[in-house]
């Protein structure tokens, strides 16, 4: 596997932890870590195997570092990249929007090319209403440090098992 490229956007901080969780759990030799606050876009470019990482703000939007970093993705070619999509949210407060920016921003990155990977199963959750569940599956992975924390580890070591085979 390729080494994994990770940008990250947080505002209170929960997304930058799982992040940092993550790279550890691939293993530093394996994944680089960025906050896309203090990152060029073009950092992108490097890495075939990515994980775009964000919390959920507004109702159902992306993390405003991500939203800055958005436009100057939109101008690098992403074809054949293996992009995988990881999403904080908070399922007992926002129940209707859990997650939501994931559709949109799947659906713009395949449109450019990209291959998504990484989906999962929506079971042990409960919410109403997501734009992150595609065909009854996640279109990444949500991890809830508001009401699930003590999932989180499991869910993210289950994560890079997947990912480990998904990535090239
Ligand atoms: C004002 C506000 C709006 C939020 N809107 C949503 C939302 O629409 N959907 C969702 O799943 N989570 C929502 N959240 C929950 C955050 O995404 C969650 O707390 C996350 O862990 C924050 O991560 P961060 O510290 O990395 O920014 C919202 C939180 C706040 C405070």
Same mark, same amino acid.
């Given at each position: 596997?390729?080494?994994? $490229?990770? !940008? *990250? $956007? &947080? &505002?209170?901080?929960?997304?930058?932890?799982?992040?940092? +969780?993550?790279?550890?759990?691939?293993?530093?030799?394996? =994944?680089?870590?960025?906050?896309? #606050?203090?990152?060029? =876009?073009? @950092?992108? #470019?490097? *890495?075939?195997?990515?994980?775009? /990482?964000?919390?959920?703000?507004?109702? %159902?939007?992306?993390?405003?570092?991500?939203?800055? !970093?958005?436009?100057?993705?939109?101008?690098?070619?992403?074809?054949?990249?293996?992009? /995988?999509?990881?999403?904080?949210?908070?399922?007992?407060? *926002?129940?209707?929007?859990? =997650?939501?920016?994931? %559709?949109?921003? =799947?659906?713009?990155?395949?449109?450019?090319?990209?291959?998504?990977?990484? +989906?999962?199963?929506?079971?042990? *959750?409960?919410? &109403?209403? #997501?734009?992150?569940?595609?065909?009854? +599956?996640?279109?990444?992975?949500?991890?809830?440090?508001?009401?699930?924390?003590?999932? #989180?580890?499991? @869910?993210?070591?289950?994560?890079?098992?997947?990912?480990? &085979?998904?990535?090239?």
């Amino acid at each position: 596997m390729d080494k994994v $490229g990770i !940008f *990250y $956007g &947080s &505002s209170t901080g929960n997304t930058r932890d799982v992040a940092t +969780r993550l790279r550890r759990a691939f293993g530093e030799e394996d =994944a680089d870590l960025y906050d896309v #606050s203090e990152t060029p =876009a073009d @950092r992108v #470019s490097a *890495y075939r195997n990515l994980v775009f /990482a964000a919390s959920t703000w507004g109702t %159902g939007e992306l993390q405003d570092d991500w939203e800055r !970093f958005l436009p100057a993705l939109r101008r690098l070619d992403l074809a054949e990249k293996r992009v /995988a999509l990881l999403a904080l949210g908070d399922q007992q407060n *926002y129940p209707e929007t859990f =997650a939501g920016w994931m %559709g949109v921003l =799947a659906d713009e990155l395949t449109a450019g090319g990209a291959v998504l990977v990484g +989906r999962t199963e929506v079971r042990k *959750y409960a919410f &109403s209403a #997501s734009n992150s569940v595609r065909d009854g +599956r996640f279109l990444g992975v949500v991890i809830d440090e508001d009401n699930q924390a003590e999932l #989180s580890a499991e @869910r993210i070591e289950h994560w890079v098992r997947q990912l480990r &085979s998904e990535f090239v």
